[in-house]
DNA sequence: TTCTGGTTCGAACGTTCGTTCGAATTTTAG
DNA sequence: CTAAAATTCGAACGAACGTTCGAACCAGAA
């Protein structure tokens, strides 16, 4: 029957991805999958392609479940700054409630090649843009004599957010709407202030050759 | 000679580090580092005792000319913001100027094991425990009836700064002192300021049962 | 020159990898 | 019950891996 098929797919996916995020993929073998989920090696090939496949599955049903729950809530929605607050809540409750999969996501954007990695890049891109343009209404109901630049503010959010498999334990004190609200708070007062100029022209600016070794 | 023999070592850290950054460690084959050096395979192991310590030797490195620089530049500096600013400035423009290196410190983190592990994981440790002291000195400055979270906060900036190898490009428009002045200026705004509650409380916040899959 | 110690490398070692194949077993449909 | 279909797996494949070994090479000191 589909139904049990879809059900020990599922099974081995999720462990596939506790597995990838404990250790990463090209150091995982098939069979630590296979010892994990009590699959044989070749009954685990009844289930996926290849050992690419299972990585590519893992991150586009993960990616797929953000972005459809993502369009539900911003449905109808019109104020660009809870449009912001709904885009990070959504991210990181996802996150929080998946960390091996979406540190997988994060973590192995680049172990994929070919037709697979750029299908998942598209998706990747669609929602960056999509970050980028909330972020572009937010600036426009503000006016700043120097504002933040857009991209660099873009890609701090996803840094910020996805940041967070390197520190944050869902089982922790810290709960996840406190996470949320958080870095919400951080992150808007941050891109739609201006306060601090005066320290920044003070900064010593070293040359890049300074770093380099010879 | 010894200074001709640690030219060439720095030679195949600088060359490793960078197919290490564009195809991650555990898929790089120490025949690819053969191949790019030109140094046979077994040649290379005159030079290191494994794989894995070239990896370390290229985050150590790394980590302790950011560390040795950051030292002196902070020497005699009270004001907390100018610290701030001194630490953002000096990640971010050292980053630039070592993108492969920085990508591999960051990138490959838990591809060490044992003893260099340890030592790589103590000094990151030491590193965000300095980060996090001088947010903690900058938030004393001032009062705020609701701070931000100083955990969240000091990964936050870890996150915006180490992100940055997935879309920086230093040979870009965009300079190295706009990049570090404009997430300085984000961060600070945001860690210090007070504006948005009265959007925080509209946030619709999801159970995380929503995201599980069965 | 000869000797010495650092440097280089071709060839091979044993291991582990992703994947496949054919047969055995279980499940489903008629 | 029977036959077809779906599921499972032991065993093996060739390829690629990190590492080692002994010999060759080359510099500078005597």
């Not at 660009?80 to 809540?89: R, V």
């Not at 503000?142 to 520190?167: C, H, R």
């Amino acid at each position: 029957m589909a139904k049990s098929y879809d059900q020990k797919l599922e099974f081995i996916l999720r462990t596939a991805a506790r597995i990838f995020a404990e250790k990463s993929y090209h150091s995982t073998s098939m069979r630590d999958i296979s010892r994990a989920t009590n699959v044989s090696l070749a009954g685990l090939y009844h289930y996926c392609k290849s050992k690419e496949e299972l990585l590519f599955l893992i991150q586009d049903n993960c990616f797929g479940r953000v972005l459809e729950r993502l369009e539900q809530r911003l449905e109808g929605v019109e104020d660009p700054i809870t449009k912001l607050g709904i885009f990070i809540e959504n991210h990181l409750s996802f996150f929080a409630a998946n960390m091996s999969e979406m540190k997988v996501l994060s973590h192995e954007a680049e172990s994929l090649r070919g037709d697979l990695y750029t299908h998942v890049s598209t998706r990747k891109d669609n929602y960056t843009k999509l970050a980028r343009q909330i972020l572009r209404e937010v600036q426009q109901t503000q006016e700043s004599k120097e504002p933040i630049d857009l991209t660099v503010a873009t890609y701090a959010l996803f840094g910020m957010m996805n940041w967070i498999y390197n520190w944050y334990d869902p089982q922790g004190k810290l709960k996840v709407s406190d996470l949320a609200s958080n870095l919400l708070k951080l992150f808007l007062n941050g891109f739609l202030v201006n306060r601090v100029d005066g320290h920044l022209h003070a900064l010593p600016t070293e040359s890049p050759s300074v770093w380099r070794l010879s």
